[in-house]
């Protein structure tokens, strides 16, 4: 079965330091990954995307995610998180589907604070 | 460029009751998704539009849930009559053409549907 966990709820992390959101998933076939972000009562936005090349992918607002094949992770990396970081953090993969349908499997969301 | 646009945001009805919610994807996209995030749950997939046609509706939950995309432009979601169980955030999203299958989900803010 395809799936994505997030193993944490929620993070909390002190402003100017890394943070770290965990992803793994199991899919078949080759994964095609994303992370959205979802701010106070606002629409999901993207932030990056696996697809094939570089296992490092870099995104908007300074994040990056690094694609590892053999752990099945694609966690959420800054080196230094702001205030305005703090939102609710979605991974999801591709499912493998038929002609261009293009379903995703999300995690449960990791809720991030920072804190000033 | 205008965003993926729905409506209303908050929906308050009673069981029994018919809601109908309104997305209007990024001008051009014929891709245009429902998705559902149920409290404490994970997004779910409903279904998947492209231009007018279903593509895959295998999300729907059951018989009360009705989509529409007529003229391949904007899209309804017709929930009756509804149930309790009804209640959560319905997000709709929009991409670009079909051979563009990578290309990210652009996302309204979603309605919040209450059905007490």
């Known amino acids: 079965a395809q799936s994505v966990a997030q193993p944490e709820d929620q993070v909390n992390v002190a402003e100017g330091n890394p943070l770290t959101v965990k992803c793994t998933y199991s899919v078949s076939g080759n994964p095609y990954l994303f992370w959205y972000v979802q701010y106070p009562n606002r629409g999901l936005q993207f932030l990056l995307k696996?697809?094939?090349?570089d296992n490092l992918v870099k995104g908007s607002y300074g994040f990056e995610a690094e694609f590892n094949k053999s752990q099945t992770s694609f966690h959420l990396k800054k080196p230094s998180a702001l205030v305005s970081d703090s939102a609710l953090y979605f991974c999801?993969?591709?499912?493998?589907?038929?002609?261009?349908?293009?379903?995703?499997?999300w995690g449960l969301g990791t809720s991030l604070a920072v804190n000033p | 460029e205008a965003g993926v646009t729905q409506f209303p945001s908050h929906s308050v009805i009673e069981k029994g009751q018919t809601v109908t919610l309104r997305c209007d994807p990024i001008s051009g996209h014929d891709n245009l998704y429902w998705y559902r995030r149920v409290m404490g749950k994970e997004i779910k997939f409903l279904l998947h539009?492209?231009?007018?046609?279903?593509?895959?509706e295998s999300g729907m939950p059951n018989n009360r849930f009705l989509a529409e995309r007529t003229g391949g432009t904007y899209s309804t979601l017709k929930v009756q009559p509804a149930e309790l169980e009804d209640s959560g955030v319905y997000f709709c999203a929009s991409s670009q053409a079909v051979g563009q299958n990578n290309s990210p989900l652009h996302f309204g803010n979603g309605t919040r549907l209450t059905v007490t």
């Open positions: 999801a993969v591709r499912g493998y589907n038929a002609g261009n349908n293009r379903k995703l499997i």
């Open positions: 539009f492209v231009k007018e046609s279903k593509q895959d």
């Open positions: 696996y697809i094939t090349g």
